[in-house]
Every structure is written in C-alpha cells, then in structure tokens.
Nanobody
Framework: QVQLVESGGGLVQSGGSLRLSCAASGSILSINDMSWYRQAPGKQRDEVAAITSGGSTNYADSVKGRFTISRDNAKNMVYLQMDTLKPEDTAVYYC?????????????????WGQGTEVTVSS
C-alpha cells in the first residue's frame, strides 16, 4: 500500500506565506511526476504545480512567480512554498504522485492522491 499525507495548511492573511508538505510512504520502488492540485468550493480540481523526478517544474499561470514546487527524492517528499497569497488561493490542496510500488509480488504503477490540506487566505 502507498499513502500520501499532506500537511502545512492553515489560515493566513492576504500577502502571507505557507509551505505545504507531502510525504509518500509504503512499498515504494520509485516516484515519477509529483504534483499539487487544488479545489475551491464548487469548483473543479485543478493542477497548480508539477515536478518531474529530474526536477523540471511547471506552474499554472495563476501561481507563477508566487509558488515554488520542490521535492526530496531521498525522503519521497514534495513541497509547495506559497508566497504572496491571495484570497483566491483559498482551496483544499491535494498532493498527487505517480508511484511504482510492490504489490503482492508485482510491480505496479498508478497515480496516488493524498487526503488534502485546507488553505484559507483572508483579505
């Protein structure tokens, strides 16, 4: 079994910063792309930032220049540094990872999701 657990969400004032963390655990053989998504109330879940195993990054236009995604491959962790936060960044943030893992003697690859961490930015 593979689990992703996010942490670091909370309430922050507009212009403030938060750092989200996501830890992957279980019978992990390797992790390919890792991403952060967010879902605001009544809206669809959208990708915010992504990072490959080699460290290449991609960002949604709405967060470019304000958010930074990074990862620690040795610890199976991904981070999202969020600066200059705005009220429209308020959402539940989810970690996603493409994981290759051992399952009853077989190597499987699938996308895994965390349970989400809530970020609220007050104006």
């Amino acid at each position: 079994q593979v689990q992703l657990v996010e942490s670091g969400g909370g309430l922050v004032q507009s212009g403030g910063s938060l750092r989200l963390s996501c830890a992957a655990s279980g019978s992990i053989l390797s992790i390919n792309d890792m991403s952060w998504y967010r879902q605001a109330p009544g809206k669809q879940r959208d990708e915010v930032a992504a990072i490959t195993s080699g460290g290449s990054t991609n960002y949604a236009d709405s967060v470019k220049g304000r958010f930074t995604i990074s990862r620690d491959n040795a610890k199976n962790m991904v981070y999202l540094q969020m600066d200059t936060l705005k009220p429209e960044d308020t959402a539940v943030y989810y970690c996603n990872a493409e994981v290759t893992y051992r399952w009853f003697g077989r190597d499987l690859t699938s996308a895994k999701w965390g349970q989400g961490t809530e970020v609220t930015v007050s104006s």
